[in-house]
């Protein structure tokens, strides 16, 4: 594949990670909405924990999209690493970041999951 294709690949992916947060940051928006009204003040304890269910649900599909096109964006880093374009090797040195961005994907989702499962109980 040429250099190229992968770029063109490589936004694509990009694209794919953003889009794929899109349906978390609705139902936190909801959520935080309903937690800040005291909308669960006095809820049912099914009413709460299905609002966690549906939480937790939601940021797992999310981020099992955006490692799946976080893997795939690292394999077209590695065969930009030795193309000679400067945007190649721009996207190329970004690996790191890739990586980072997973690790702090999973520390973000946790703590964001048990802020809003105290806030709701």
Known sequence: MDSTSLITNWNTLRKSIIQSQMASVIILAVALYLVATG????AAFEVKLFAVVVLVATGALSIVNQFAAMREGAAVVKDLSGSGSAVATVIASSARYVQLTQALMVAF???IIIVFALAIF
């Open 39 to 42: 909308a669960f003040i006095g």
């Open 109 to 111: 989702a946790l703590v």
